[in-house]
């Protein structure tokens, strides 16, 4: 089994930062895709970024330039840079990590989420 824990979101003023971290943990053989999604109130939750394995990265168009994605692929963590907030970025954000288990069975695994409200 897999384990996924967010942290570090909170209350932050429009055009503040904000760090968030998920970390991975369990039996994994390899973690291929690890990402953030963001379910503000009223809406379907949505995709924010995802990194692979190799680094490359998707970002969705209204994040460009604002949020950047990271990973230590030898901690199974990613990190989410978030800049220049705006009101609009107000959501719980989810992190979701795809791979392989150590006994090969795929893992696609969600955490709780954590808030982030982006007011003044």
């Known amino acids: 089994q897999v384990q996924v824990v967010e942290s570090g979101g909170g209350l932050v003023q429009p055009g503040g930062s904000l760090r968030l971290s998920c970390a991975a943990s369990g039996r994994i053989f390899r973690m291929n895709v690890m990402g953030w999604y963001r379910q503000a109130p009223g809406k379907e939750r949505e995709l924010v970024v995802f990194?692979?394995?190799?680094?490359?990265?998707n970002y969705v168009d209204s994040v460009k330039g604002r949020f950047t994605i990271s990973r230590d692929n030898a901690k199974n963590t990613v990190y989410l840079q978030m800049n220049s907030r705006k009101p609009e970025d107000t959501a719980v954000y989810y992190c979701?990590?795809?791979?392989?288990?150590?006994?090969?069975?795929?893992?696609?695994?969600w955490g709780r989420g954590t808030q982030v409200t982006v007011s003044s």
């Open positions: 990194i692979i394995s190799d680094g490359s990265t």
């Open positions: 979701n990590v795809k791979g392989i288990h150590s006994i090969y069975s795929p893992i696609d695994t």
